[in-house]
């Protein structure tokens, strides 16, 4: 075939048709794969639109169930509804029930599920009783705002779900319930009309599963758990997307979403074939059109090929010519695209003469030189700046040899250069010296390289850029490394010496030869081969390395040095800096034997101190023993008179021996915090103070606090007020309660008993929190007398109070503002006090407290009978061992369990304590610590070591009330500790609890048997 015969073979409108053809399949798959991409993408939209419409169900529900929950706190609130009277019933229950026709009715109920009041009247006349409704149940259980499961209402006769709100008494206890039951039939979740299509479900269930609403309810599934097997597997999901069948049959894609208030998830399902739908409609559009392009993009392709054929043929003569070395100007004719590539054609010839220009001035105006030569040497071409660098002219260099143009020792240079170039071929990089003709001498860093031209020759070419003023600077550093006063070594990877300086010749005695033929394990005298190779992986991962080593000299001596390694990533190579330490060393020997001097001075001097310390310590134990004789010596004759009080105000008589007998108890209570107060210092201020850790919450520590000092208050006239705000007291923390509620007692009580008017008022506030604990600020404010600025800096010292005038006046000792600043020291805190004289005073401390697990709901304690009756009724007869040697506590002791029905049987101390243990069972034992004969820890380590009574109960009752004491009498296998002096209340609430328990653990044993 010819290649005329070629051409038409292979002629444009072919190529055209296969290029056609060729990018016709390729983009077919695109297309495709864009339209499946799109179908998925109509899928993602209509399942993300089900996902908002989801949220939006549940955002407008959770918004109503919250307005609901403001009413019903509201309602909650109201004097009215807050005394639960079924014949006095808040009218604002009628007006509301009238204004939300959302909502069923609005019933008040008691505790036991008796509904009091009701805005719509029952049909059968008398009001029902819920006390038995799961959803009562529920509310009740958790004490707290609840909704409840669906169910038909006894009184509205319709499909309901009951929100509830606890209503509390003047303790702050639940005493009942205000309820609002939403009538479902009205139900409507605010979704835009017309947002779904047909077949869409969406509604609610609660978490037990149970369907709460359904727009569309044709089976009558509303109150009943729903059992579809994928619907019950997605649901505990609580926020998701899931595909199910419904209970009609048909397959949704179905959005959920939680509503946490109500225990609720919103739901909603779209027929998964209505999606599928849309979405093919979609692609099949696509294909259609994805068709008719391809038939158009062929027709065009053809009228195209038709039209340029000829005109690109004349361009490709004139290509040929070109190539040829003819200079033709392509003919401007044919369409625009073949015009504009023969302009193209013809601008490259216009343009070549102008690029030659411009690279010439690219080289002329760089300060990299070029140059241009034949094999035989002679220079054909030369930058302007290489000229004027050298000072030579086109004249002087064109068409010239290098022994033409240069001295003979640089002519030299070049040509060998020149002639190893020519044998290698390629490109080759080199550092050249050149003169110029007047004298200067430059470095170069050249380029060069051989190329063959279209006649065959072969030709040098060469770039080099100017290094003189690096080389200087290489040249310098060379210097100073040479001159150094520190030795330098540039060391391989394997460890030999590549470089060295003058002055690590110096150090070892070696020269400069002998010195590259060694390697660093012949020098360092402690380096091993394996040691070399380490540091030399740890220079490379860090960059850097510093040590001291000991290298070996010539002569044999040995010098210590102190090394410095850096690496070189590129060149592979470790530079090294060797400083002699010898000097230094002998200097650190000399620091050494005078510390070692000094440490011998210190140690006598310490051996000093030691007796000191001892003498001080031999002192503190001493008072550490007399605080706690101290403490045993005042409880007990306190426990005497205080008991005996008790005992003589049981029995009653005429009110002004009861009001003589009450001050009387009131000087011993302040008599006893004196005693507490003082202790309490004593120990803080030794260091034998140590605070508890264990879980609380602040509701539970202003509840202590309320039942303590109401009384006190009112006696003077006085409200108590607590602000506390409700997510911050119902919090578990960890800490300290018992002397964080200390704090508050003292400012309290200094607050009472300061104050003649208004209302003294606790209160707590949040300052910071983080993930591990949070700081809060505790205050309490009164209107009392005030006090003078001038005595607020000294307040919180010890044995300090304001004005003695006032100490006479309410008495007090000043200890416990003291004590309050010590335990919010120790709690991380600190404490402080605004006050104006005749207006009132404001006491606050700060606290950090650890944050606690989350811990259960607290339910309300139920009202009870007091200990004292429900041990004569319960444990009336049985038998407890009293061990006490002291005989007016024994008196005191004996009537109070005899009064609480109990038998008593009487041992003087330890010893005939446990004798009666050892033959005989009793209930519970009551045992002191100090005693003759032997004391209550060793009586109860032999009573729990053998006879009758080793899972008695054994309850300290002693004098000794520091912590430790109580810690040795759990230890000794005591069960619980009262420090005396004894409260009959507190006595009884222990009893009472030990008897309980003991009961439990029999009940549950004889099941068991």
Avoid at 970 to 992: C, E, R, W, Y
């Amino acid at each position: 075939m010819s290649r005329g015969d070629a051409v038409r073979a292979y002629s444009i409108r072919s190529r055209l048709l296969l290029l056609v053809v060729a990018l016709a399949l390729p983009l077919a798959l695109m297309i495709a794969y864009a339209v499946h991409q799109q179908m998925q993408l109509n899928i993602d939209r209509a399942k993300e639109s089900l996902r908002t419409l989801a949220g939006v169900m549940a955002n407008n529900t959770g918004e109503h169930i919250a307005q609901a929950r403001q009413t019903l706190e509201m309602l909650a609130a109201r004097p009215l509804i807050r005394q639960l009277d079924a014949h006095r019933c808040d009218p604002l229950l009628d007006e509301l029930f009238t204004l939300m026709p959302a909502y069923a009715n609005v019933v008040s109920t008691d505790l036991a599920g008796r509904t009091l009041c009701s805005a719509l009247r029952s049909p059968a006349g008398t009001l029902p009783d819920v006390g038995a409704m799961p959803w009562f149940g529920e509310f009740r259980d958790k004490g707290r705002f609840a909704v409840g499961s669906p169910h038909w209402g006894p009184i509205s006769g319709k499909w309901v779900s009951v929100m509830s709100m606890p209503v509390l008494d003047g303790e702050g206890r639940l005493a009942g319930g205000i309820h609002l039951p939403i009538d479902l039939s009205l139900f409507n979740p605010g979704l835009p009309e017309g947002a779904l299509p047909p077949g869409s479900r969406y509604g609610f269930v609660d978490a037990r599963g149970v369907l709460v609403w359904r727009n569309v309810d044709p089976e009558g599934s509303v109150g009943q758990r729903l059992n579809l097997p994928a619907f019950v597997r997605a649901m505990p999901l609580r926020e998701g997307e899931f595909e199910a069948e419904g209970t009609d049959g048909v397959r949704r894609f179905f959005a959920v979403r939680p509503l946490p208030e109500a225990g609720w998830t919103a739901f909603i399902g779209m027929p998964v074939e209505h999606i599928y739908d849309q979405a093919r409609h979609g692609a099949l559009l696509a294909t259609v059109v994805l068709v008719v392009l391809l038939l158009l993009l062929a027709a065009i392709s053809l009228r195209i090929a038709h039209g340029i054929a000829k005109p690109v043929a004349d361009l490709a003569g004139v290509a040929r010519d070109i190539h040829a070395g003819r200079i033709v100007r392509a003919r401007r004719e044919g369409p625009a695209e073949v015009v504009a590539v023969a302009d193209e054609f013809n601008a490259m010839l216009d343009a070549s003469g102008e690029s030659e220009r411009r690279l010439r001035a690219f080289l002329n105006n760089s300060a990299i030189i070029a140059w241009l030569k034949r094999e035989d040497g002679r220079l054909l071409f030369a930058s302007d700046n290489f000229l004027a660098h050298f000072g030579l002219s086109g004249e002087e260099v064109q068409g010239r040899s290098d022994r033409e143009i240069w001295s003979p020792e640089i002519a030299d240079t070049f040509q060998r250069s020149d002639a190893d170039l020519l044998a290698r071929g390629g490109s080759h990089e080199l550092v050249e010296l050149a003169v110029t003709p007047d004298g200067r001498r430059s470095w170069w860093l050249s380029n060069k390289f051989v190329f063959e031209g279209r006649d065959g020759e072969r030709y040098l070419g060469g770039v080099a850029v100017d290094i003189t003023e690096r080389k200087q600077v290489a040249d310098r550093n060379e210097e100073i490394l040479r001159t150094a006063l520190d030795g330098y070594w540039l060391v391989c990877r394997d460890g030999r010496l590549r470089e060295v300086n003058v002055r690590a010749c110096e150090m070892l005695g070696y020269s400069n030869e002998e010195m590259l033929r060694l390697g660093i394990e012949e020098i360092d005298v402690a380096e091993r081969r394996e040691l070399i190779v380490s540091r030399m992986q740890q220079v490379v991962e860090r960059g850097g390395l510093i040590f001291e080593s000991l290298h070996r000299r010539k002569d044999g001596g040995v010098v210590a040095v102190e090394i410095s390694v850096g690496f070189l990533p590129e060149e592979g190579l470790f530079p090294v800096f060797i400083r002699d330490i010898g000097e230094r060393k002998r200097h650190e020997r000399a620091i050494g034997e005078l510390n070692a001097r000094l440490e011998r001075r210190v140690a006598e001097r310490t051996a000093e101190l030691l007796v000191a310390k001892d003498a001080a310590e031999a002192a503190s134990h001493a008072k550490s023993a007399f605080l706690a004789n101290m403490s045993h010596e005042l409880r007990t004759p306190m426990n005497a008179i205080m008991g005996m009080l008790a005992l003589l105000m049981r029995r009653g008589g005429d009110e002004r021996l009861l009001e003589q007998l009450r001050k009387i108890d009131r000087a011993s209570r302040h008599l006893l915090g004196i005693i507490n107060d003082v202790l309490d210092l004593s120990k803080i201020e030794s260091g034998h103070f140590s605070l508890l850790n264990a879980p609380f919450r602040l509701e539970e520590v202003f509840e202590q606090l309320r039942s303590v000092l109401v009384d006190g208050a009112a006696e003077r006239g006085l409200s108590l007020r607590i602000e506390a705000p409700p997510a911050l007291v119902t919090r578990q923390l960890q800490g300290d309660a018992q002397h964080l509620a200390q704090i508050w007692m003292n400012f309290a009580g200094n607050a009472i008993k300061f104050s003649e008017r208004g209302e003294v008022v606790l209160a707590v506030e949040l300052l910071a929190e983080d993930e591990h604990a949070l700081l809060i600020r505790g205050e309490v404010r009164d209107q009392g007398i005030g006090i003078e600025l001038d005595v607020l800096p000294r307040l919180f010292s010890a044995f300090e109070q304001a004005d003695n005038s006032m100490a006479r006046k309410y008495g007090g000792t000043g200890l416990g503002l003291a004590i309050s600043k010590r335990l919010a020291q120790m709690m991380g805190g600190e404490v402080g006090v605004e006050s104006v004289p005749g207006a009132g005073s404001r006491f606050w401390f700060t606290a950090r407290l650890a944050l606690g697990g989350a811990g259960r709901a607290r339910r309300p304690r139920p009202q009870r009978l007091p200990s004292e009756e429900i041990l004569r009724r319960d444990f009336a007869g049985r038998m407890v061992l009293l061990v006490e040697d002291e005989p007016v506590n024994q008196e005191v002791s004996r009537t109070l369990l005899a009064e609480a029905g109990l038998r008593v049987d009487l041992a003087d101390d330890g010893l005939i304590a446990v004798e009666r243990a050892t033959g005989c069972k009793y209930a519970l034992i009551l045992m002191d610590m100090q005693m003759p004969n032997m004391n209550g820890l060793d009586a109860a380590r032999a009573i729990r070591a053998a006879g009758a009574n080793r899972e008695t109960p054994i309850i300290a009752m002693t004098a000794n009330a520091y912590d430790e004491d109580r810690q040795r009498c759990l230890v000794a296998g005591m069960n619980a500790h009262i420090g005396k002096p004894v409260s009959p209340q507190l006595l009884f609430d222990t009893l009472l609890d030990w008897l309980s328990r003991e009961r439990r653990a029999q009940d549950s044993g004889g099941e068991e048997g």
